[in-house]
T-cell receptor
Framework: NAGVTQTPKFRVLKTGQSMTLLCAQDMNHEYMYWYRQDPGMGLRLIHYSVGEGTTAKGEVPDGYNVSRLKKQNFLLGLESAAPSQTSVYFC????????????????FGPGTRLTVL | ELKVEQNPLFLSMQEGKNYTIYCNYSTTSDRLYWYRQDPGKSLESLFVLLSNGAVKQEGRLMASLDTKARLSTLHITAAVHDLSATYFCAVDRSNYQLIWGAGTKLIIKP
């Protein structure tokens, strides 16, 4: 199993350009997440999905869009990149079904380092 | 406001010493997660604590959870250089999300 993979690993954009980050998981997990990590700020949730065809906003969704057309893939789009979006982006997935007996252990991809000039 | 606070945020220690990282949280969650991140790498799950009084150990690391005090600890015994990393704790929110601490950067000197 590859686990959670992310494409690309690195990217440099100019302000105003657009791009899509791809996350794929082969663990048949229902839940998927996009985070950004900035120095000294821990992880901040951008968007998440609780199943194929569903998406929801996290704490910092502005400037990003997502889609979950297939269960195994979760795409993060930047329509018009800004320097404030320079960050490391992590995708994660979880098998938790929302049950009180379960738990939300998340498994992370290797990350995408994005620089916006 | 829901918060997870870790302390210290930075810790430099000598090999062979013991130390504890603290994770305080403001929710009523009884599930807490510890992760490790090496520099430039991704996050790796270390422990999942699922109830009050839960204790888990892996090598020189031991994590515990006190839900009444809303406190989890990550104890390092006889530290070795390989344990140098950033350690994060996280707790459940009600709507499928985790709330993350800011991380504790641990440097262990030979």
């Amino acid at each position: 199993n590859a686990g959670v993979t992310q494409t690309p690993k690195f990217r440099v954009l100019k302000t105003g350009q657009s791009m899509t980050l791809l996350c794929a998981q082969d663990m048949n997990h229902e839940y998927m997440y996009w985070y950004r990590q900035d120095p000294g700020m821990g992880l901040r949730l951008i968007h998440y999905s609780v199943g194929e065809g569903t998406t929801a906003k996290g704490e910092v969704p502005d400037g990003y869009n997502v889609s979950r057309l297939k269960k195994q893939n979760f795409l993060l789009g930047l329509e018009s990149a800004a320097p404030s979006q320079t960050s490391v982006y992590f995708c994660a997935s979880s098998s938790w079904g929302g049950s009180q007996r379960g738990y939300n252990e998340q498994f992370f991809g290797p990350g995408t380092r994005l620089t916006v000039l | 406001e829901l918060k997870v606070e870790q302390n210290p945020l930075f810790l430099s220690m000598q090999e062979g010493k013991n130390y504890t990282i603290y994770c305080n949280y403001s929710t009523t969650s009884d599930r807490l997660y510890w992760y490790r991140q090496d520099p430039g790498k991704s996050l790796e799950s270390l422990f999942v604590l699922l109830s009050n009084g839960a204790v888990k150990q892996e090598g020189r690391l031991m994590a515990s959870l006190d839900t009444k005090a809303r406190l989890s600890t990550l104890h390092i015994t006889a530290a070795v250089h390989d344990l140098s990393a950033t350690y994060f704790c996280a707790v459940d929110r009600s709507n499928y999300q985790l709330i993350w601490g800011a991380g504790t950067k641990l440097i262990i000197k030979p």
